[in-house]
């Protein structure tokens, strides 16, 4: 996205929103009054913000949503002109199948996102879907509370000590998978496969 602003003359803008509903209020707020002329946003909680939703559009300021609505069948988010879905169900059909592929019938556990991200449990839910249709077997599922390593390698671990029968897990992006092969190799147990989601930057010891 940088990119492709450099290369129309834009100025890009980043405002971190640190998986805080609250913080992405905020950032929006600041942007409009920086005179933002566009923003995008991949939001946590759409809910929340309606306001400076708003607030944008009293001031012509198009949004354009990521993953928001996360699935393909829903309506876009009122006051927001557009959205750009990131392939949840083919991602998830693909890692599925690969799992299927490599152990068929296979117990799979999942990671998932308890802080508010709508997109990533829907990306969980996905998952849930094609390996029921894949024949796969799940027995069980660990929440994290936010996406950094030691919330997640401890669910992971938790996942793996109540299920030691589990063969394979699924976790909603490369951080969490990351986590989830630290855990697992710590608890010894490096056969279970792991998969993790986007091909993420910077994201080492998978």
């Not at 939001?43 to 929340?48: C, E, G, N, T, W």
């Not at 309606?50 to 001031?59: E, F």
């Not at 019938?105 to 829907?122: D, H, T, V």
């Not at 990351?178 to 080492?204: F, M, Q, W, Y």
């Amino acid at each position: 996205m940088r990119a492709v602003a450099a290369h129309y003359g834009c100025t890009f803008i980043v405002k971190d929103g640190g998986l805080n509903p609250q913080l992405q209020v905020t950032g929006m707020q600041q942007l409009l009054a920086q005179g933002a002329t566009a923003i995008v946003l991949d939001p946590l909680v759409p809910q929340a913000l309606a306001a400076p939703i708003k607030q944008a559009n009293a001031q012509h300021v198009p949004i354009i949503m990521q993953d928001s609505p996360a699935g393909t069948d829903q309506a876009n988010i009122p006051g927001t002109v557009s959205n750009f879905d990131m392939g949840h169900d083919p991602t998830a059909y693909a890692a599925v199948k690969a799992i299927a592929v490599a152990k068929p019938g296979a117990k799979i556990g999942f990671i998932y996102p308890s802080f508010p991200a709508a997109n990533l449990r829907y990306q969980v839910d996905r998952f849930k879907y094609w390996a029921e249709k894949l024949g796969l077997t799940f027995v069980g599922q660990e929440g994290t509370a936010d996406n950094s390593n030691g919330p997640t390698s401890k669910a992971a671990s938790a996942l793996i000590q109540k299920h030691p029968e589990v063969e394979a897990i699924m976790t909603f992006n490369d951080p969490a998978a990351e986590a989830t092969v630290a855990a697992a190799r710590s608890l010894n147990r490096p056969d279970i496969l792991i998969t993790g989601v986007n091909g993420e930057s910077g994201v080492t010891g998978l």
